[in-house]
């Protein structure tokens, strides 16, 4: 068995037909959450054996003030929107920031969103760690979020997408619920029986910030199209049953003044909709498991 297989279902994918009902709260057709990744990255960070920290020379300026840029700027043009169209979802947190910047935790958890890990540093990856030290990783990553906040941290997304072969045996064994590392599926899903009790949340990174508007270069105009069309079809699909869109944004992308536009708009687009619930995504998790899965034959977890 591939490693792959052994994570995730194995194909073929179920024909739709055969997918269990998903029903969500209120009739609604889409659960729709968004998850800005608050970041902190080292101007000088360890070396990892398999990926540079930067691009360029240390100290890298330019970048690490960019990324900077979005804790001390953007990511207050973008609280400023969540409260003006109500949002409240779940902040993608690299733990150091409760240590080095936590007046802009604070400001998420005044609000009440959930914060699940993203481990410490955005510049200290999984790659090359062993089981024993990604599952050290976690839980202080996972401890250093629940000191700060009160709130037990129930998911997780890998510090810059970066996995091992022992990443999900990490993740089970520290007794986090979700993952948002799998891009997979348009809908919640349970991992294999090894992983017993934990979903995958659907996190498009199709629709990140970063890899749209500047990985690939699209400009604003189409980035805020690709959403609608995204959101639109999955609005259409979720009549049968409940689809999910998940936003992964960066304050130092979308709340660069050139930028925070499209976030207003896309925000508004999702507001136009009465039938559309916007969650967390342990909420997705729970709702999922407790009503969909224990009432599906077979599929209690």
């Not at 990443?167 to 007794?175: C, E, H, P, V, Y």
Request: glycine share 6%.
């Amino acid at each position: 068995m591939t490693w792959a297989q052994d994570v995730w279902p194995p194909y073929p994918r179920p024909q739709k037909s055969q997918l269990p009902v998903i029903e969500w709260p209120n009739g609604a057709r889409v659960a729709f959450w968004v998850a800005p990744n608050i970041e902190f990255y080292e101007i000088n960070p360890p070396s990892n054996p398999v990926r540079p920290p930067w691009p360029r020379p240390l100290p890298d300026v330019l970048n690490t003030s960019w990324r900077d840029y979005g804790n001390r700027v953007g990511v207050w043009r973008c609280l400023e929107l969540f409260d003006q169209y109500g949002i409240v979802s779940s902040v993608s947190l690299n733990s150091a920031m409760c240590t080095h910047l936590p007046e802009v935790v604070g400001a998420f958890c005044d609000r009440g969103w959930e914060l699940f890990s993203h481990g410490i540093y955005n510049t200290r990856y999984l790659y090359g760690l062993s089981l024993e030290q990604e599952i050290a990783v976690l839980r202080e990553s996972c401890q250093e979020i629940e000191a700060f906040c009160g709130q037990k941290v129930r998911g997780f997304l890998a510090p810059a997408l970066t996995y091992n072969e022992s990443t999900f045996d990490s993740l089970a064994r520290t007794g986090l619920r979700y993952t948002l590392d799998l891009f997979h599926e348009d809908v919640p899903l349970p991992l294999n029986s090894a992983y017993k009790g934990m979903v995958s949340v659907p996190y498009q990174v199709e629709l990140n910030d970063f890899h749209a508007l500047v990985v690939l270069g699209m400009a604003a105009e189409l980035y805020l199209q690709r959403f609608k069309d995204q959101f639109d079809r999955l609005y259409e699909e979720g009549a049968g049953s409940g689809t999910v869109v998940g936003l992964p944004l960066h304050p130092y992308v979308i709340g660069m003044p050139q930028y925070v536009w499209v976030l207003e708009a896309i925000l508004a687009h999702v507001r136009a909709y009465d039938d559309v619930w916007i969650a967390t995504a342990a909420d997705i998790a729970d709702y999922y498991v407790t009503r969909v899965l224990k009432r599906t034959p077979g599929g209690d977890t």
